[in-house]
Nanobody, 125 residues
């Protein structure tokens, strides 16, 4: 099983930017497809973005498209989520996830078997 650790969360104001990182450990980690999800208080966990390991193609939810960018540094085995023009509705715990495969498995929570512990992002004035 792949263990994932997120970092980079914090408290920011509306319109600010924040960059999250996700680093794997444990089982030998090769170039897997990676995703970011988030969960706000009282709401279900929802898909944010993903990146395929084969094509590098990226996928975004409509709510973050044009503001967030997912990327991978394969040499550093790190996945990033650059978040720009943050809004109060972006407040949530952000999780990185993988299903241990090369291809994008979709935007369903159930498609991913390995998750990090999450990092809190709060957008408030």
């Amino acid at each position: 099983q792949v263990h994932l650790a997120e970092s980079g969360g914090g408290l920011v104001q509306p319109g600010d930017s924040l960059s999250l990182s996700c680093v794997p450990s444990g089982r030998t980690f090769t170039n897997f497809a990676m995703a970011w999800f988030r969960q706000a208080p009282g709401k279900e966990r929802e898909f944010v973005a993903a990146i395929s390991a084969t094509s590098g193609r990226t996928y975004y939810s409509d709510s973050v498209k044009g503001r967030f960018t997912i990327s991978k540094d394969n040499a550093q085995k790190t996945t990033y989520l650059q978040m720009n023009n943050l809004k109060p509705e972006d407040t949530a715990v952000y999780y990185c996830a993988t299903d241990g495969q090369l291809h994008y498995p979709g935007d369903s929570v159930g498609a991913y078997g390995s998750w990090g512990q999450g990092t809190q992002v709060t957008v408030s004035s």
